[in-house]
């Protein structure tokens, strides 16, 4: 019995994918696995009042008439066994138009944290499986 509670407390390589939604039910997001890389894109927001929002704050012009739904807003995140982290990614906000390193914990079972830095500034998000 200690061996099956010790093995289903494990973390696995896989435990990030799926769908999420942020803490404050503003957006909902998949996570998936690419090749090596762990990648999440935008898959519903709550006030885009039907019409099609646009990545309009993008640092690139030629971005900006992008739709932000289907958007990977996270990219080339890695599973590290060691420290039970998928890190040495890039979190994009369209919100903002800035990208920052980031990095993805599981911290209770069905949530995540979402750890983005920049410029020496550390910010989180929780996100809840779906």
């Known amino acids: 019995m200690l061996v099956m509670f010790t093995a289903s407390a494990q973390t696995k390589t896989d435990d990030i994918v799926g769908k999420w939604e ?4 503003s957006a909902q997001f998949e996570i998936y696995k690419s090749g090596n890389e762990y990648r999440g894109k935008i898959i519903w927001l709550k006030n885009h009042n039907g019409g099609e929002a646009k990545d309009k704050k ?11 739904l289907g958007l990977d807003i996270l990219t080339d995140l890695s599973y590290s066994p060691s420290t039970k982290t998928w890190s040495g990614g890039s979190l994009y906000s369209p919100e903002k138009g800035m990208y920052a390193n980031c990095s993805v914990v599981i911290i209770r079972d069905k949530e995540i944290k979402i750890i983005a830095q920049i410029k020496g500034f550390t910010r989180s998000k929780i996100w809840k499986r779906l």
């Open 22 to 25: 942020a803490e404050d039910g």
């Open 58 to 68: 993008n640092p690139d012009e030629n971005l900006r008439d992008r739709p932000i």
